[in-house]
C-alpha cells in the first residue's frame, strides 16, 4: 500500500536544502501527487513550507496526529 | 569616541534594557558565532574546529561591517577549541563538520544515554557530581586530557575585542547552569527518562533535589568569584508540547525556583534561554522579581504572549526566526524586525535571534534586521 502521508523533521536550517531536494525528488518519479507532506522541528515556519515545497507545518506532536487523523478520516 | 567611550554607551544602552526602562535605541545582541562567512563567503563550519584563530579574526572583522558595526554584542571569540568538548555536558560525543559531517555542517550532539536505572540511587546517597564523573568515564570523557586555554592568545583577542568598542555586559563565562531535568534527560537518554519519570517519580525527585542543591552551591560560588550581570540557562526538553504542566511543576520549575533566588541575592540577574514553546508555562514564571530575570525564546514561543504576560515583570529579547534569516527575503526581515520594535519595546526589549543566527544566514537579511532596529 502506498503512503498517504510522509513527516519530515529537522532541527537545522542548514537542512532545508535538503529537505526541498526530497520533496522535488518525489516529484521528479511521479511520486508526489499520492502522498501529503508534513514537516516539523524547531525552524520551520509556513514560509519554509512554502520553500520546500511541502504541504503542511506541523507545530507539535499532538497538532501532527490529529491533522493526518482528520486527513485520512480516522474518528 | 573612543573604543571605551563606545562601550559605555552600549552598556548604558544594555543595562536599561535589562532594567525594564527605556534606552536611547533597542539594543542589539545577536547569539551565534557564524558571522565569519560574512567577511569570507568561502569559509565553511568545519573552519571552526580546524582554523579557530582565523575564525576569530574574521569575526572580529565582521563586527566591523556597514551596519553590523550597530550590533551591541561582542563577537564571541575562542571558541573554536571548546566545540569538542561541548558533548559532555550532555555526556554524549560530538560529530564535527570535516570528521564524522559533511564540511559546511553543524556539529551535532550524539546523545550516549550512559546513566542506568540504578545509578538515581548513586546520586542519592553519593552526589551528583561522583556519578558526573564515573559517567565520563564510561563515555571516554577525561576533562583533565582537554587542552588548557592558551592564557597569551585569550589576552591578545580579547584586547583586539575590547578596541571593537562593543558592550562589555555579558553573560557569566564562569558557570552556565542547566536544569537538573535536562541533565538527567540527556544522560538516560530522553525516552527512558520520560519511563523513569512514569515508573519511578519519587526517586527521580530525590535525585534532583540533590542535583539542584549541588547546582546551588556551584552558582552561588561562581557569582561571587566573579559577579557577572546575568547568567545563562538553557531550557530546551521542557516546552509545554512536550511535558505536561503537572510535571513541569514537579520535575522542572523547581529548579529555576532555587537558582533565580541564588542568582538575585548575589545581585545577578538570570538570562532563560528557553527553546521551544513555552506558551503554556509563561505563568510560573509571574513570580520571579521584577528586572531580575530576562526571558529570550526562539521563534516557537508566541512574543508577543510572553510580553502580555511578562512585559512588566522582565526584559524580553528575540526573535528573530532562524528560516526568516536563511530563506527569507531583506524586506521580510526587515518587516518582522519593525514589528518586533513597535510590539515589544521600546523599553524592556533587545532585538535578538530566535535561539541562534544560523550558519547559513545571509548578510543582507541580518543588515535588514539591524536597520529595522535602529530605524533606518
Known amino acids: 500500500m502506498p503512503a498517504i502521508l510522509l513527516g519530515i523533521s529537522c532541527l537545522l536550517t542548514t537542512a532545508f536544502d535538503n529537505i526541498k531536494e526530497c520533496i522535488q525528488t518525489l516529484e521528479r518519479e511521479g511520486l508526489r501527487g499520492d502522498v501529503k507532506v508534513l514537516i516539523g522541528g524547531g525552524p520551520v515556519d509556513e514560509a519554509t513550507c512554502k520553500y520546500m515545497g511541502a504541504d503542511h507545518v506541523c507545530r507539535n506532536a499532538q497538532e501532527t496526529v490529529e491533522y493526518s487523523k482528520k486527513y485520512m478520516g480516522v474518528k | 569616541m573612543t573604543p571605551q ?30 558571522d565569519f562567512k560574512f567577511v569570507d563567503p568561502t569559509m565553511v563550519v568545519a573552519d571552526y574546529i580546524r582554523r ?39 555526556f554524549a560525543k560530538m560529530k564535527l563538520p570535516g570528521r564524522e559531517l559533511p564540511e559546511d ?6 546523545e550516549q544515554g550512559p546513566m542506568t536505572e540504578e545509578d538515581y540511587d548513586t546520586i542519592i546517597d553519593k552526589g551528583w557530581s561522583v556519578l558526573k564523573q564515573e559517567l565520563f568515564d564510561r563515555i571516554g570523557f577525561n576533562p583533565a586530557s582537554m587542552p588548557p586555554p592558551d592564557a597569551d592568545y585569550m589576552a591578545e583577542i580579547q584586547k583586539k575585542v575590547a578596541e571593537l568598542g562593543k558592550t562589555s555586559i555579558s553573560s557569566s563565562a564562569k558557570v552556565i547552569p542547566i536544569p537538573s531535568f535536562e541533565v538527567l534527560s540527556a544522560a538516560r537518554k530522553l525516552p527512558q527518562f520520560f519511563k523513569d519519570l512514569r515508573r519511578m517519580p ?10 539542584e542543591s549541588e547546582d546551588e552551591n556551584m552558582v552561588e560560588q561562581a557569582i561571587k568569584d566573579d559577579p557577572p550581570v546575568y547568567v545563562f540557562i538553557g ?23 532555587k537558582i533565580v533566588k541564588v542568582m538575585n541575592d548575589n545581585g545577578s540577574k538570570a538570562w532563560f534561554h528557553n527553546d521551544s514553546n513555552w506558551e503554556g508555562f509563561l505563568k510560573y514564571f509571574k513570580e520571579f522579581p521584577k528586572a531580575g530575570c530576562i526571558f529570550d525564546p526562539d521563534h516557537l514561543t508566541d512574543i508577543f504572549k510572553i510580553k502580555e504576560i511578562l512585559g512588566d515583570i522582565m526584559c524580553i529579547t528575540g526573535n528573530v526566526p532562524p528560516a526568516l534569516t536563511s530563506v527569507g527575503t531583506p ?9 518586533l520594535c513597535e510590539g515589544i519595546g521600546p523599553s524592556g526589549f533587545i532585538m535578538n535571534s530566535g535561539c541562534s543566527v544560523p550558519p547559513n544566514a545571509k548578510r543582507e537579511n541580518v543588515e535588514a534586521v539591524v536597520l529595522a532596529t535602529i530605524g533606518k
Not at chain 2, 57 to 84: F, H, N, R
Not at chain 2, 202 to 208: E, F, G, M
Open chain 2, 331 to 339: 524586506d521580510e526581515c526587515y518587516k518582522y524586525a519593525k514589528k
Open chain 2, 52 to 90: 579557530p584563530k582565523l575564525v576569530d579574526e574574521m569575526l572580529i572583522q565582521a563586527a566591523k561591517l556597514p551596519i553590523l558595526e550597530e550590533i551591541d554584542s561582542a563577537p564571541t571569540v575562542g571558541m573554536g577549541g571548546m566545540i569538542e568538548s561541548m558533548g559532555s555536558i550532555w
Open chain 2, 235 to 257: 531550557g530546551t526538553r521542557a516546552g509545554c508540547d512536550f511535558i505536561s504542566p503537572k510535571v513541569y511543576e514537579k520535575f522542572y520549575h523547581t529548579y529555576f525556583r
Open chain 2, 5 to 34: 567611550e563606545m562601550t559605555e554607551i552600549r552598556n548604558r544602552r544594555i543595562m536599561a534594557a535589562l532594567n525594564l526602562e527605556k534606552p536611547d535605541r533597542i539594543p542589539i545582541m545577536f547569539s551565534g558565532q557564524m
Open chain 2, 202 to 211: 519519587d526517586k527521580v525527585r530525590a535525585a534532583l533535589d540533590i542535583m
Open chain 2, 105 to 110: 555542517a553543524l556539529w551535532q550532539i550524539d
